[in-house]
């Protein structure tokens, strides 16, 4: 049996995913649709079999719903697997740090719902290459319980639920 769970039941699921950057949005992908989150083995497994099948869908496949942003500083962001129907940005507006620019979801290729943070060299994610990037001021919610940590400078480990201070 493939056990697969709503992304609702996600503590990130349509949560707001603020613009990192200020800049200007160079891209914006919708029209993919969530999918329910798959963590059992025999789901995962599926998952996996199907990956090279998604990957011909091209960047929307992948990403899901997502935003590219141009920062002023150089460099693009990319946001990804935005809650469908979420994003709140067009082409060509300008955004600022903590502009709300989606919500997260669980688009594209995606196991549950997450946001995928990307800094590259070129607006194409398929073809971009991908840049350094450390988080500032942030705090993390510990696995175990309690209340968050707070961070200055760092960069989250996999599976950190993070939010800004």
């Known amino acids: 049996m493939l056990s697969t769970e709503r992304p609702d039941r996600f503590f990130a699921f349509d949560r707001p ?3 990192p950057a200020g800049g200007r949005v160079v891209s914006v992908h919708e029209g ?26 091209g ?9 590219v942003i141009e920062r002023d500083e150089g460099a693009y962001v990319l946001l990804a697997h935005l809650r469908a129907g979420s994003i709140g940005v067009e082409m060509g507006e300008r955004v ?5 620019v989606g919500r997260c979801g669980n ?9 995928h943070v990307q800094v590259m060299d070129s607006p194409g994610p398929l073809t971009a290459r991908g840049l350094p990037l450390s988080f500032r001021n942030y705090r993390v919610w510990p696995r175990a319980g309690g ?14 639920v993070v939010e800004p201070l």
Do not use: C
């Not at 960047?59 to 935003?67: E, K, T």
């Not at 600022?96 to 709300?100: F, S, W, Y």
């Not at 209340?147 to 480990?157: H, R, T």
């Open 147 to 160: 209340a968050p940590v707070a961070v200055g400078l760092g960069i989250p480990d996999e599976g950190d």
């Open 107 to 115: 688009s594209g290729n995606s196991t549950q719902p997450h946001v």
């Open 32 to 57: 993919e649709a969530d999918h329910d989150a798959r963590r059992s083995r025999l789901a995962l497994l599926s998952y996996a079999l199907t990956q090279a099948q998604r990957a011909r869908g």
């Open 59 to 67: 960047p929307g496949a992948l990403a899901g719903d997502h935003v």
């Open 96 to 100: 600022a740090v903590g502009d709300e």
């Open 17 to 19: 995913v603020l613009a």
